[in-house]
């Protein structure tokens, strides 16, 4: 019993040893790993920091961010489609994983060859870990980059911008850089709306049956009489709404960079002239708004007419006197200076500044002009102006003080934005009512009887005035071979709704125009083909009075 319970015990106590040698030896080793462990995690974090506070982050990878692929549409005041947002992808390089920079940017420039291989090789070969190659490739270009395998090259979905209408009403529209972000017209004007969270697509004023009838007519007549540009507006005077607004020649907002930046000026809201007689239907209204002058007093425009040390000239006299019927519908400098000396320079200002022409439209785009005004408003600048000479302005200011004039007096701030029924605009006065209807009476009188006549379309009963002007002479005064010619045109005579604009820059004389080229030649026939084509369009564009005139 001894040895038995002797042998047992030993053997309890050989395996008790072993088991704990066992367990020590396996504590020692997790204590080693455990060691390791944080030694290895505070290397990485000494290399980490090292990385953030001492590196000039040349050696690190960083990868393109994604662009804001949210930005709603914008559209005709019908719905149609004139910008939108796509889905594409841009080509970027990690020029330290390309592996042959001169092989890859021939391979590639093969694919694209509107791409420079000289220009690529040289991004390949910078001491970078990113650059841009080329932005908006459609899927089936994706593809091909894709498939010719070269190391180092990758995508990035983004969104790009897409203009379905091309040149069409591209200085109303604008475009956006390659970012998303507004750069010129509405795209800039409404750049927050469009980009907010859930945005609908705003519609615009314009419809793009009259944008394009006025884009055309605008183009033919810049060709034609060989003009250095021409512009155009078409306005519902009631609502201040831009119907159409034109500056040709136009660009492509689809790659704005292609063309020459002067073709993205838009004349129409950008460049200031002094228009002329256009002019002179807004004296004739200040002179009833303020008593002056009645529509049934006679002026002598007969002999020359001096102001201080100067003449005032008609270029076709009249050779009987003529009341303000007359001086409006003949055109007659003279007579309207007559006019001008009684209003005076301080109601002269007053008035031109409720009309809105002593500053910018003050509609939502950026594109508005500044006008320039004289420095000395005295008795020769007061005349001067009431015909359309010594302040220049923009078409789209011209317009709108005519719609004011013609809209029962009331101004309504133009817009590039769809009026809502349910938020009417809101107007000032500037001319009282009985003016108002005065004034259409008299500008119907220059199309059926004075200088408007090649405007008037049956119809339509339209309502206009020529305005032909020197442009300033760059030794001083004004040249008399360099003109601007426009028309400023309503209709219809019964009940007005639209106003519009015709302005050619240095018109040319051609077969047919006797060697004129002043408005009556130029820019009054082209705003009659406008009208011609826009009126069946456009709703409350027909005369409805007895007294309009009816041609077959």
Excluded: C
Aim: aromatic letters at 8%.
């Amino acid at each position: 019993m001894t040895q038995s319970y002797t042998f047992q015990n030993q053997q309890t106590l050989t395996l008790a040893d072993e088991e704990y040698r066992a367990v020590s030896e396996g504590r020692i080793r997790i204590r080693i790993g455990v060691v390791a462990f944080l030694f290895m995690l505070l290397v990485a974090i000494v290399r980490l920091a090292e990385i953030s506070l001492f590196s000039d982050g040349a050696h690190q990878r960083v990868l393109p961010q994604a662009v804001q692929m949210q930005r709603a549409d914008l559209t005709d005041r019908n719905g149609e489609l004139l910008a939108t947002t796509l889905e594409t992808y841009s080509l970027y390089a990690e020029p330290r994983r390309v592996w042959n920079p001169s092989e890859t940017a021939e391979v590639l420039q093969r694919l694209r060859p509107h791409l420079d291989r000289s220009t690529l090789q040289q991004k390949l070969e910078l001491d970078r870990s990113f650059v841009w190659l080329e932005r908006g490739l459609t899927p089936k270009e994706r593809q091909a980059v894709f498939n010719l395998g070269l190391p180092g090259l990758d995508f990035r979905k983004e969104p790009k911008r897409v203009y379905p209408r091309e040149a069409l009403a591209s200085h109303v529209v604008g475009f956006t850089d390659v970012d998303m972000a507004g750069v010129a017209g509405a795209e800039r004007a409404f750049d927050d709306e469009l980009i907010a969270d859930n945005a609908p697509s705003i519609a615009l004023s314009i419809d793009l049956r009259v944008q394009f009838a006025l884009t055309d007519e605008l183009t033919k007549a810049r060709e034609k009489f060989d003009a250095l540009d021409a512009s155009g507006v078409v306005m519902d005077i009631q609502t201040g709404e831009i119907i159409a607004m034109a500056s040709v020649p136009n660009f492509n907002p689809n790659d704005p960079g292609a063309t020459l930046p002067a073709t993205r000026f838009n004349h129409a809201a950008m460049s200031t002239y002094d228009l002329g007689s256009v002019f002179k239907p807004l004296t004739m209204a200040m002179a009833l708004e303020d008593g002056v002058a009645d529509q049934v007093e006679m002026f002598d425009v007969q002999k020359p007419y001096r102001v201080l040390n100067k003449y005032i000239r008609d270029d076709h006299p009249s050779e009987v006197p003529l009341n303000m019927w007359g001086v409006l519908g003949e055109s007659s400098n003279r007579g309207t200076a007559m006019i001008a000396q009684r209003i005076g320079a301080e109601r002269q200002r007053h008035h031109l500044r409720n009309l809105g022409l002593l500053d910018r439209v003050g509609y939502e785009l950026a594109e508005s002009a500044k006008p320039q005004v004289q420095k000395r408003w005295g008795e020769m600048a007061t005349v001067t102006v009431s015909y359309g000479h010594g302040l220049s302005v923009t078409p789209l200011a011209l317009t709108s003080a005519i719609s004011a004039m013609l809209n029962d007096g009331v101004y309504v701030t133009p817009t590039v934005r769809k009026a809502s029924m349910a938020t009417p605009p809101v107007g000032r006065r500037v001319f009282r009512s009985e003016v108002s209807r005065d004034m259409v009476d008299m500008m119907r009188y220059v199309v059926t009887d004075g200088t408007g006549r090649r405007a008037n379309v049956p119809g339509y009963g339209v309502m206009g005035k020529t305005g032909t002007a020197e442009k300033p002479s760059a030794t001083g005064g004004y040249d008399q071979k360099r003109l601007v010619t426009s028309f400023v045109a309503a209709f219809p005579h019964s009940n007005p709704r639209y106003a519009m604009i015709v302005t050619l820059d240095e018109p040319k004389p051609i077969e047919g125009t006797y060697g004129y080229a002043t408005a009556g030649w130029n820019a009054t026939p082209t705003a009659g083909n406008v009208i011609r084509r826009i009126g069946p369009i456009l709703p409350g564009a027909r005369d409805t009075s007895k007294y309009a005139q009816v041609q077959p």
